[in-house]
């Protein structure tokens, strides 16, 4: 590796302290977050009730211009700034502490005995109905977003930025908001949401394929996580993989029947082990931290032997 990769090793890890430190900005402040109101402009206005091929073509059309022009309008800055501008780009596409804070948030009026408490602190991060979920329910549910999330949110864009420096990151992390807020098999997003959920299964394709093999070596159990790598299924090419490997070395069971907008939707059982407890929200967040600090280690280890 040149000089120029040894500094994307040092910006991968100087961006998560930084997110250690600085946490994600209030929602009225972050970059995301103004992203997501523009994409939800850009949806109520091109999302009409049209033939199912033509809503296709506007979804790409919509997906394309939210992509892209964040893309080309960021180009001159990346440009400009280089390190420090690529390090605070880093910073902004993550969200290790936002993740470890919300499952926090959970976690401890889950164990206070206060399940109200922990089904709004849930309903902030899952699409699932939350009303009705018992104390082991919420558990399940927290451990699989804070696996999937830990892919989603950390891991992956650490990928991207390696793989296709900070525009790429950047990119990942709008693909993969445009996935969150379009890619629904509901009647407003089969059509429209088409590309936006596929381009999100391409691109966390193999960073989720990496992030599984990680939750395999550091969660403990890692035979039983290593034969889930090999047989999980799930109705989603990366998710059930995530959570399934993530599960089976934390010796938990997930996965099963929820409901989501109303509708009953039977799901495979991820992993192997008991059932989750409050205890388990926190034991997967250490997981995904654990992850990020290896693969910081890893690149940081493969520049410092390249560059001597």
């Known amino acids: 590796m040149g000089y120029f990769e040894y500094d994307l090793a040092v910006a991968c890890a100087l961006a998560l302290l930084l997110d250690h ?11 995301l977050a103004w992203f997501g109101q523009a994409a939800q402009a850009l949806e109520q206005n091109l999302n009409k009730r049209l033939k199912r091929r033509l809503l296709v073509w506007r979804g790409a059309l919509a997906w394309s211009l939210a992509v892209g022009l964040p ?4 180009a001159p800055f990346v440009l400009w700034s280089g390190f420090w501008g690529a390090c605070a780009v880093l910073y902004f596409t993550l969200g290790l502490r936002s993740l470890g804070q919300h499952a926090q948030a959970i976690a401890e009026p889950l164990k206070a005995g206060n399940i109200n408490g922990a089904r709004s602190a849930l309903s902030m991060i899952v ?11 919420i558990s399940t549910a927290s451990v699989e977003s804070s696996l999937e999330n830990g892919a989603d949110a950390v891991l992956s864009a650490l990928f991207w930025f390696v793989v296709a420096g900070p525009l790429g990151a950047v990119a990942y992390r709008l693909i993969n908001t445009l996935d969150a807020m379009w890619g629904y098999r509901s009647e407003r997003f089969e059509a429209f949401g088409k590309v936006a959920a ?8 193999l960073p989720a394929r990496l992030t599984a093999l990680s939750y395999c070596l550091l969660g403990g159990q890692w035979r039983a996580a290593f034969k889930t790598l090999r047989h999980q299924r799930w ?11 993530g599960a089976a070395s ?11 907008d109303g509708v009953h939707k039977s799901r495979p059982v991820l992993g192997a082990g008991r059932p989750a407890s409050a205890a388990d929200i ?27």
């Open 127 to 137: 699409s699932r109905d939350t009303r009705n979920l018992d104390a082991q329910q």
């Open 250 to 260: 934390l010796e938990l069971r997930l996965g099963g029947d929820a409901i989501y």
């Open 71 to 74: 893309v080309l309008l960021l």
């Open 198 to 205: 596929r381009a999100d299964d391409v691109a966390n394709w």
């Open 282 to 308: 926190l034991r997967a967040i250490a997981l995904v931290q654990r992850s990020a600090i290896l693969w910081c280690l890893l690149l940081l280890g493969a520049s410092f032997g390249q560059n001597f």
């Open 235 to 245: 109705y989603s090419p990366n998710a059930g993989l995530v959570m399934g490997c």
């Open 21 to 31: 430190w600085l946490g994600e900005l209030p929602n009225s402040w972050h970059p």
